[in-house]
T-cell receptor, first 115, second 110 residues
Framework: EAEVAQSPRYKITEKSQAVAFWCDPI?????LYWYRQILGQGPELLVQ????????DSQLPKDRFSAERLKGVDSTLKIQPAELGDSAMYLC?????????????FGPGTRLTVL | GIQVEQSPPDLILQEGANSTLRCNFS?????LQWFHQNPWGQLINLFY?????KQNGRLSATTVATERYSLLYISSSQTTDSGVYFC????????????WGAGTKLIIKP
């Protein structure tokens, strides 16, 4: 069964360093989402892509976060410089539509710890 | 904006018990989904259920769209059912973005 791939699974970094996360959605899924999830809360949307174009990045802290999906397939989310408050789970999802079903499938996530 | 509220926030049960989780939403929605987040953080789709009732093994879900709530039933709980259960709704706009509840944390004790 096709899955959304993410790497790394875990990342520990020191504040002020740069970090990058990678996501490969399920083949053929044009819509890709990056979420941040703080422990005890639901996922928070950071950025949404349709193919290579950004659809919504209104919740992305653009002073330190950037995201790209250059060829409309895999995507990278970067934080520079990382801050203590960025410690969270970063989730990637892609959209699946078939008939009346319209849902999102999630990758395993990258758990970031900033020291 | 639309509010999605889940209850209870926490639930601790013995293995074999049954449970009901509730999701209320404050406005009309296009569809509603239930997800399970396991202890390792993986979010797994359980049900896509804008209305009606669906069953999958020991789990079933019912959404009453006219009354703006959905229920997730877990029967004969197993320790592997532990984790956080989220409901999420979408409003049917072109962006297809999910609005999430805060989740119900379920612990099943052996």
């Amino acid at each position: 069964e096709a899955e959304v791939a993410q790497s790394p699974r875990y990342k520990i970094t020191e504040k002020s360093q740069a970090v990058a996360f990678w996501c490969d959605p399920i083949s053929g899924h044009a819509t890709l989402y990056w979420y941040r999830q703080i422990l005890g809360q639901g996922p928070e949307l950071l950025v949404q892509f349709q193919d290579e174009s950004v659809v919504d990045d209104s919740q992305l802290p653009k002073d330190r976060f950037s995201a790209e999906r250059l060829k409309g397939v895999d995507s990278t989310l970067k934080i520079q410089p990382a801050e203590l408050g960025d410690s969270a789970m970063y989730l990637c999802a892609s959209r699946f539509r078939q008939g009346r079903t319209d849902t999102q499938y999630f990758g395993p996530g990258t758990r970031l710890t900033v020291l | 904006g639309i509010q999605v509220e889940q209850s209870p926030p926490d639930l601790i049960l013995q293995e074999g018990a049954n449970s009901t989780l509730r999701c209320n939403f404050s406005d009309s929605v296009n569809n509603l989904q239930w997800f399970h987040q396991n202890p390792w953080g993986q979010l797994i789709n359980l049900f896509y259920i804008p209305s009606g009732t669906k069953q999958n093994g020991r789990l079933s879900a019912t959404t009453v769209a006219t009354e703006r709530y959905s229920l997730l039933y877990i029967s004969s709980s197993q320790t592997t059912d532990s984790g956080v259960y989220f409901c999420a709704v979408d409003l049917g706009d072109s962006n297809y973005q999910l609005i999430w509840g805060a989740g119900t944390k379920l612990i099943i004790k052996p």
